[in-house]
């Protein structure tokens, strides 16, 4: 009995123990980040999220959630990164009729990831790489990086944007065009689908509103919205009806793929620079 109990007891601090995560910023010890720094993880990631409306079928924290998931993913293809907390604010602007999104403008976005990144500077880091999951910031996010890098490369230091985890959402609406699926601007396949795959069993998504999660819909580039057709106004951009976890995993691995090759690239251009 004491014997079995014992071995309980073990296999549940072992288990523990195996949940300890090597690239989560937020979920290390001191010792364990400064080990880790020493030990040549010296590139943090960056990655803002969002909280905004999601359709009726996802959460509000969609951008955020799936943003934590994916920043340690590329850490931990990476090997040399670390994955800082995920921003969950970005360039937005709240709306009393659909409740759920918490926006900054454009200065402030700007401003809070340029701090952010400098205060991980003087924890040790010699790379900042900003990412975001949200279409909103990218610009600034590009600027606040090629500031920062001008002002540290100086010392060996660089700060980098990763544009092309935002990027493989383009790639992914190439693949839903081949195969006639329909394509979605927001809370649609893409976002309900990576939503399923991440989270579907973690309540991220109300797994019974998918079949009927259905938004105004897409509008080709130039295209006016007609007046005389009945708004939806329910959060979604398209058609989120055919989603899968399958299409999810397919989302995710582009993203997580695209930036660890874009990643790999900027540090290798940077090392070849300082030669």
Known sequence: MRLAALVVCLFAVGGWAQTRSTVDLEMMTWPELKAAIQGGKTTVLVYNGGTETRGPQNVNGGHTLMGHATVVAIAEKLGNAIAAPVMPFSVNNANANLPGTIGLTGPVFAAVNEQVSEQLIKNGFKTVVLMG????????LG????QLDEKYAPQGIHVYFCEDVYKANDEFDKYLTSKNLPLSSHAGIPDTSEMMYLGGDKGWVRMELVATALGDPMRKPGEKRDPNAPRMNN??????????VALGKMIFDMKVDAAVKEIRRLQSQGTATQQ
């Not at 999951?133 to 600034?140: I, M, N, P």
């Not at 979604?236 to 899968?244: L, M, N």
């Open 133 to 140: 999951d949200h279409g909103g910031g990218q610009k600034e």
């Open 143 to 146: 600027d606040t990086a090629k």
């Open 235 to 244: 959060g979604i951009s398209g058609d989120a009806r055919p989603s899968t």
